[in-house]
Structures are given as C-alpha cells and as structure tokens.
C-alpha cells in the first residue's frame, strides 16, 4: 500500500489577501453599499460581516434586514469562495496572475432560503465550495445573526472559465 504524505495546507500570501480584499471590498461597488467585509480568507472556507444600518431595512416596523441584502450577501460570498478555491488552485502563479483569473468569474443559479426573520445588529455570512470544476464551480453559504443562529442558507453554482 502507497502512503501519501499529508497535504500541506495553502497559505495565501499578503500581496494575493490584499489583492482579493480590494476587489471584494472596493472594486465591487455593490459589496461596499452593503458594507460586506471579509472577516476571513482560507481555500476551504470564507467568512464575511455585514453591520446593519437604516439603508439595509427591508421591513420598517420590524428593522429587519431587507431579503435582497442576504441573498447579495450570499451570492458575493459564494463568489469569494470561489476566488479563494481558484487562488488555491493555482499556487505556482504568482498573486498577480491569479487575481486576474476572476474577470470571468459569474453567477449561474443561485438558491437562498430564509429561515428566521433577519434582525439582528450585525451579520455573519460564511461561504465554502463543494465542488470546483475545469468550468463551473458549486458553493454552500450561510446568513447568521449576532447570536450566532442560522437565518438563511444559500448554495450557488459559478461558471468560473
């Protein structure tokens, strides 16, 4: 029997961390309306935050977060992941290249249930891909509250050539 030594995990370097930050964050001037951050960047798993404000009501009486908000969140962090997955693909690139592999990166389908009511003072949105192909790439996302419940779930699919 044929041992494989442990898989190294990939570490991104800082040049392709600030790189993917300024796409996400500044670049893509929808997620700066939303306010969405990126909390934390690895190949296997992203997460984001989302502070609320008045902009972001979807339901007055209530203050809860419009629907529109968490599936844009979902859907940006789903994208993340997948940048992230194609960042860790293609290590022997230097960070440059590898950012520009994103420019035809785009949503296909994308699902979100809403399970609780969206109140809460700030959010969490976390992120994985499942599947990364050659061409079409399927996530897993999560909307939670400050307390740490599940408010909705997402799962996208991302053509990625």
């Given at each position: 029997?044929?041992?494989?030594?442990?898989?190294?995990?990939?570490?991104?370097?800082?040049?392709?961390?600030?790189?993917?930050?300024e796409i996400?964050?500044?670049?893509?001037?929808?997620?700066?309306?939303?306010?969405?951050?990126?909390?934390?960047?690895?190949?296997?798993?992203?997460?984001?935050?989302?502070?609320?404000?008045?902009?972001?009501?979807?339901?007055?009486?209530?203050?809860?977060?419009?629907?529109?908000?968490?599936?844009?969140?979902?859907?940006?962090?789903?994208?993340l992941a997948?940048?992230?997955?194609?960042?860790?693909?293609?290590?022997?690139?230097?960070?440059?290249?590898?950012?520009?592999?994103?420019?035809?990166?785009?949503?296909?389908?994308?699902?979100?249930?809403?399970?609780?009511?969206?109140?809460?003072?700030?959010?969490?949105?976390?992120?994985?891909?499942?599947?990364?192909?050659?061409?079409?790439?399927?996530?897993?996302?999560?909307?939670?509250?400050?307390?740490?419940?599940?408010?909705?779930?997402?799962?996208?699919?991302?053509?990625?050539?």
């Amino acid at each position: 029997m044929t041992k494989h030594p442990p898989q190294v995990p990939v570490q991104f370097e800082q040049e392709f961390i600030a790189g993917l930050k300024e796409i996400f964050e500044d670049k893509i001037t929808f997620n700066k309306v939303l306010g969405l951050k990126i909390t934390s960047l690895a190949p296997e798993r992203v997460a984001g935050r989302i502070d609320m404000k008045k902009d972001l009501v979807g339901h007055y009486s209530f203050n809860r977060i419009h629907g529109g908000v968490i599936s844009a969140g979902l859907d940006a962090m789903g994208g993340l992941a997948v940048m992230a997955a194609i960042g860790a693909r293609h290590m022997d690139e230097p960070p440059l290249q590898r950012l520009h592999r994103f420019a035809k990166l785009g949503t296909i389908d994308l699902r979100v249930d809403y399970l609780r009511p969206g109140i809460s003072e700030f959010f969490e949105l976390r992120a994985e891909v499942l599947r990364l192909g050659s061409r079409v790439a399927s996530t897993r996302m999560e909307f939670y509250g400050a307390d740490g419940k599940l408010m909705s779930a997402g799962s996208g699919a991302y053509i990625v050539s």
